[in-house]
């Protein structure tokens, strides 16, 4: 085990699979794997073993997002232990509840291990992005970042590809497939333990709870991307579940189309933020997303066809990959002292509306699918109008299009 703490501006010095960013690709593969195992299986996990319907899907998810809402209470955990050992300490337990899923196939059950699994998962992620912008410098950190988001979507693609062909060639079960999928994140994050040394970025963190008032567009951009990524994670999937009745095997291919996509283009995204910058990136994400939710309305409205369907499955998330943009764009504007303190703050922020639209949706589901995707609609139209806030060139002084106007008053 290593103890000993080295400074980023120092891991040069080190091997190159034992640097900050070989750690951080080695815990997103990680978490990669487990979760997506957990999503592959989900929607049918959920509609043959426990008889859900789509009330008690959004139940569901929106007991998964309460550790999201809870997310400040990182700040405090620190206080006790670094961010590097909370994010493996989250993968593990990550790792243990989706190992034990099948083996408790009752609404109860399902609530409880997807709490579990959901707190090591949020957890992971608010020190993760923590952790990037700390560790990745300011001029890498778009590319990086897409690198980083290609990564991911390889360990998703293995977890995929895994679960499709065990499934329909081998014949494995669900608890097997858990089972595997969730050990495997367990051994990684034991193996990020124990082969890496205590990292510590250039800038002490601040440890108490923060809110600045000229973080305020990050923070509403934060909150219109929990609400609309909620709808996409929850509903359109089961859209290709419910009405056009896919199997195991199909669903799971259909998010490796995504995930292929996203590995391919991953490392493009960020060169395109690098290059037009997080305020045109934004834009284009925003505009593309409400044609992409009118269009899933207009599935049901207009009875198309399963393949628009699934292109517009395809599309949504990529789409979503330009979302880093929003942390570039904190990034440059944020103190870096803030940067712990603000990721905790930004992701209960992004979890709000998370908590909330799963439950409420899911019953307006049950009487028109079609709406809940215009709602994602209107979500995506405010996040268009927020991100024509975004300076061109964002800073400390320069957070949004009104600060200058504000010096000068």
């Known amino acids: 085990m290593n103890t000993n703490t080295v400074l980023t501006q120092n891991a040069h010095t080190l091997p190159f699979w ?51 809402f809870f997310a400040v209470a990182v700040i405090v955990v620190l206080w006790i232990m670094r961010e590097q050992i909370l994010a493996i300490v989250s993968l593990i337990m990550l790792g243990a509840a989706v190992a034990v899923t099948a083996w408790f196939p009752t609404f109860g059950g399902l609530l409880i291990t997807t709490f579990i699994s959901s707190l090591g998962f949020h957890y992971y992620e608010t020190v993760k992005q923590s952790l990037e912008l700390q560790w990745i410098p300011k001029d890498r950190a778009p590319q990086t970042l897409g690198w980083l988001l290609a990564v991911g979507s390889a360990g998703s693609l293995i977890a995929y590809g895994g679960v499709a062909i065990a499934w329909k060639y081998f014949g494995w079960d669900y608890n097997k497939l858990y089972l595997i999928s969730g050990s495997i994140t367990i051994l990684i994050a034991m193996f990020c333990y124990f082969a890496y ?9 601040n440890s108490t709870l923060i809110l600045r008032k000229r973080y305020w567009l990050f923070y509403l951009l934060q909150f219109m991307a929990g609400a609309r990524r ?66 899933y309305g207009g599935v049901y409205v207009f009875g198309w066809s399963v393949a628009l369907a699934a292109t517009l499955y395809v599309l949504d998330h990529l789409f979503f990959g330009l979302s880093i943009a929003q942390k570039t764009y904190f990034q440059k504007i944020a103190d870096p002292a803030d940067i712990a303190s603000t990721a905790a703050v930004a992701f209960t922020i992004n979890h709000i509306g998370a908590v909330v639209l799963p439950a409420l949706l899911g019953y307006i589901w049950l009487y028109s699918p079609a709406f809940v995707f215009i709602v994602a609609s209107g979500i995506a139209a405010i996040s268009l109008a927020l991100s024509f806030c975004i300076p061109k060139k964002p800073s400390a002084t320069n957070e949004t299009i009104f600060s200058k106007q504000r010096i000068k008053l």
């Open 18 to 68: 034992r640097r900050p960013i070989a750690l951080l690709a080695l815990m997103v593969f990680g978490m990669h794997m487990g979760f997506a195992t957990w999503m592959a299986l989900l929607n049918n996990f959920v509609h043959e073993r426990a008889n859900f319907d789509g009330s008690d899907l959004g139940w569901l998810q929106s007991i998964r997002e309460i550790p999201g």
């Open 197 to 205: 040394p205590r990292f510590q970025g250039p800038t002490i963190q």
């Open 230 to 295: 909620q709808i996409f994670i929850v509903f359109a999937a089961f859209m290709m579940v419910e009405k056009f009745g896919f199997q195991v095997h199909e669903v799971t291919v259909l998010f490796l189309i995504n995930y292929i996509a996203n590995m391919l283009f991953g490392p493009i995204i960020g060169r395109i933020v690098q290059k037009f910058g997080e305020r045109n990136a934004l834009i284009f994400e925003y505009f593309g997303l409400i044609i992409i939710f009118a269009a």
